[in-house]
């Protein structure tokens, strides 16, 4: 039977953060004396003395000291029980499984982990790069609970499958900076047809991608740090200006006579349609949401 209680542990633990009992009393909202009594308490429940109490303010004893991290430690992991406690009443899950393709930046995950965590601390999130249709196969079975991927443009992706249209990236053809084409000047299609694409798995297996497919030599590339290393030997490739900027690699963007302007290509976050929204859900979309509106030109 533990011979200590979790308010005088409290007690002690701000006794000592604050340096006085009176301002650990305000910090806790009690009574003055009611922290003398548990903290005097302990001391006779354990046997020892936590504090000298000779000058003004009381002084952690070398034993009180020795005792301080553990006693934090174990009030940490109580508050966190607590909250986890909470988080599972109000309906949490205390796991959520979102597929991504490829073409989502890390910058993206690390966003949008950190906004959910922060308000649903005790849930784990997996992050699962799958291409498109494994994703929609995993959703559907119910093994995973979002997916975020390229816009097929179908008004109804799948049967049983809810979307949000998250808004349109931009996408430009890059080459690295010593490759013979950076700093070329309104490049034709037949110039380019000359040298190797290296394409996102993810992006290939998509209609958009299927349609910039230019060169007769293409490589599938599943990793994108892959492929910016080959892009290093030669060749060009149609990736996320967001993502490109993100690798703090010296990639230059292709000047081209074909296309007055940047591309830009739909994303879309999906999720069973039999799926009653609760808190944490409509949080994971509120998180996805505000990276796309940072990140993306959301046309209305």
């Not at 990736?239 to 290509?265: C, H, I, K, W, Y």
Request: contains cysteine.
């Amino acid at each position: 039977m533990p011979r200590a209680s979790f308010d005088q542990l409290n007690a002690f633990v701000s006794v000592a953060e604050q340096g006085s009992f009176s301002k650990a009393a305000i910090k806790l909202k009690k009574d003055r004396s009611t922290l003398h009594r548990q903290v005097s308490d302990l001391e006779i429940d354990w046997g020892i003395t936590l504090f000298e109490r000779n000058g003004k303010a009381p002084k952690l004893t070398e034993q009180g000291e020795s005792l301080l991290r553990a006693s934090k430690l174990i009030i940490y992991q109580m508050n966190a029980l607590e909250s986890a406690t909470e988080s599972l009443f109000l309906g949490d899950k205390t796991r959520i499984s979102i597929c991504h393709d490829s073409s989502i930046p890390s910058s993206a995950i690390l966003q949008i982990d950190k906004e959910c965590r922060s308000q649903h601390p005790m849930t784990v999130i997996n992050w699962l790069s799958r291409p498109r249709q494994q994703a929609l196969d995993l959703l559907v079975k119910g093994e995973v609970d979002f997916c975020i991927t390229l816009n097929q443009g179908e008004l109804h992706p799948e049967r049983g499958v809810s979307f949000i249209n998250l808004g349109y990236a931009e996408f430009n053809y890059y080459v690295h900076k010593n490759s013979p084409l950076a700093n070329r000047q309104q490049l034709s299609m037949p110039e380019l047809q000359l040298h190797r694409q290296y394409v996102l798995e993810d992006l290939e297996q998509s209609n958009f991608g299927q349609q910039t497919l230019i060169s007769s030599q293409t490589s599938t590339v599943s990793d994108p740090k892959s492929l910016f290393r080959l892009l290093e030997l030669e060749g060009f490739s149609l990736l996320p200006t967001s993502m490109v900027e993100e690798s703090n690699e010296d990639f230059l963007s292709l000047d081209l006579d074909f296309a007055l302007q940047t591309g830009r290509l739909g994303y879309v976050l999906l999720y069973p349609s039999s799926a009653v929204k609760k808190s944490w859900q409509q949080d994971i979309i509120n998180a996805v949401g505000d990276w796309f509106r940072e990140t993306c030109s959301i046309l209305s």
